[in-house]
């Protein structure tokens, strides 16, 4: 049993007692804490040094992983108090919600099925057998729908939802992208296909119009990311879907001038908050796609659904 006044010293750092609040709750690796707490391995890895020497935590090998959990008695005077001072920390309720996250991903083995199923599919050359073909065959199942793809640029995905949904609304900020698509969708005679000029932060689109709101690797130019969530929110009817896929959190700065970035990726975290406070449900989170070339770009999948 840790001394009540080390154990005190101990906590008087936030980050200390977040991953002790965190432990409470579940038995944890370094690498989720690295996700829930969006921090640095040296920085948990010392903080848990700390407290496993104190007494307060203990840890379990499981083949490679070390799981951590906290060690109180539930009748001890400092398992009374954490939850008070943890209600001190702003980030508190942040953490609580990047653990549930966190918690469904380690259940989510179907996603992890398809990560290493899409690493095959393509290697072995089959005639017929390509992405496009796949992707045209899975859109015919799909029932009619008006999709609003937000970010669109010159829209070549907006034209291939254009093929089988009842309407498509491309959304750039681009006057020239819009001009471009908009005369490419007039020489292919899509007559469900229109181009608006906007941003899609406020896209031009009235509420409750659309049954599916798509960002395809645009929410990074974003200037407010959970304002452009908020919007396809208002844009959505009730039941309708958000679609995101965007990178992962990286470090490639470069991407800033080359791609005109302005988000280096988001984590699984910050988008289930995004979509969370926008107030979709049923959310899940997969990474879906690994670039074997370096900067080595990791493509994240987020769905929800507008109650």
Same mark, same amino acid.
């Given at each position: 049993?840790?001394?009540?006044?080390?154990?005190?010293?101990?906590?008087?750092?936030?980050?200390?007692?977040?991953?002790?609040?965190?432990?409470?709750?579940?038995?944890?690796?370094?690498?989720?804490?690295?996700?829930?707490?969006?921090?640095?391995?040296?920085?948990?890895?010392?903080?848990?040094?700390?407290?496993?020497?104190?007494?307060?935590?203990?840890?379990?090998?499981?083949?490679?992983?070390?799981?951590?959990?906290?060690?109180?008695?539930?009748?001890?005077?400092?398992?009374?108090?954490?939850?008070?001072?943890?209600?001190?920390?702003?980030?508190?309720?942040?953490?609580?919600?990047?653990?549930?996250?966190?918690?469904?991903?380690?259940?989510?083995?179907?996603?992890?099925?398809?990560?290493?199923?899409?690493?095959?599919?393509?290697?072995?050359?089959?005639?017929? *057998?390509?992405?496009? !073909?796949? &992707?045209?065959?899975?859109?015919? /199942?799909? $029932?009619?729908?008006? %999709?609003?793809? @937000?970010?669109?640029?010159?829209?070549?995905?907006?034209?291939?939802?254009?093929?089988?949904?009842?309407?498509?609304?491309?959304?750039?900020?681009?006057?020239?992208?819009?001009?471009?698509?908009?005369?490419?969708?007039?020489?292919?005679?899509?007559?469900?296909?229109?181009?608006?000029?906007?941003?899609?932060?406020?896209?031009?689109?009235?509420?409750?119009?659309?049954?599916?709101?798509?960002?395809?690797?645009?929410?990074?130019?974003?200037? *407010?990311?959970?304002? !452009?969530? &908020?919007?396809?929110?208002?844009? /959505?009817? $009730?039941?309708?879907? %958000?679609?995101? @896929?965007?990178?992962?959190?990286?470090?490639?700065?470069?991407?800033?001038?080359?791609?005109?970035?302005?988000?280096?990726?988001?984590?699984?975290?910050?988008?289930?908050?995004?979509?969370?406070?926008?107030?979709?449900?049923?959310?899940?989170?997969?990474?879906?796609?690994?670039?074997?070339?370096?900067?080595?770009?990791?493509?994240?999948?987020?769905?929800?659904?507008?109650?």
């Amino acid at each position: 049993m840790a001394s009540i006044l080390k154990s005190f010293r101990v906590l008087s750092d936030p980050t200390r007692l977040r991953l002790l609040r965190l432990l409470r709750e579940e038995e944890l690796t370094v690498a989720e804490l690295q996700e829930i707490l969006a921090m640095g391995q040296s920085r948990i890895s010392a903080s848990l040094a700390l407290l496993k020497r104190e007494g307060l935590v203990v840890d379990r090998r499981v083949g490679k992983n070390i799981f951590y959990r906290a060690d109180l008695a539930e009748d001890s005077p400092l398992a009374g108090l954490l939850p008070l001072a943890g209600d001190e920390i702003p980030e508190s309720k942040r953490d609580l919600s990047a653990l549930a996250l966190t918690l469904r991903k380690r259940k989510d083995r179907a996603a992890e099925y398809f990560n290493r199923l899409a690493g095959k599919f393509g290697r072995t050359y089959i005639p017929g *057998r390509s992405w496009q !073909a796949l &992707a045209h065959g899975l859109l015919q /199942l799909l $029932p009619p729908m008006v %999709i609003a793809d @937000l970010g669109a640029g010159e829209g070549t995905l907006s034209q291939l939802l254009a093929r089988h949904a009842e309407r498509v609304i491309a959304v750039d900020s681009s006057e020239k992208m819009v001009e471009f698509g908009a005369g490419v969708a007039r020489e292919n005679g899509f007559t469900n296909l229109e181009y608006r000029l906007g941003d899609i932060e406020a896209p031009p689109i009235d509420d409750a119009a659309v049954d599916v709101a798509l960002f395809s690797q645009a929410l990074h130019h974003a200037a *407010r990311p959970p304002r !452009a969530v &908020a919007e396809a929110f208002r844009i /959505l009817k $009730p039941g309708g879907r %958000i679609l995101i @896929l965007d990178l992962a959190s990286h470090n490639y700065e470069q991407a800033r001038e080359l791609y005109a970035h302005v988000w280096l990726g988001f984590s699984e975290v910050e988008l289930d908050q995004m979509l969370a406070g926008a107030g979709f449900e049923r959310i899940e989170l997969s990474t879906v796609s690994r670039e074997k070339q370096a900067p080595h770009f990791q493509t994240i999948l987020a769905t929800a659904v507008k109650p």
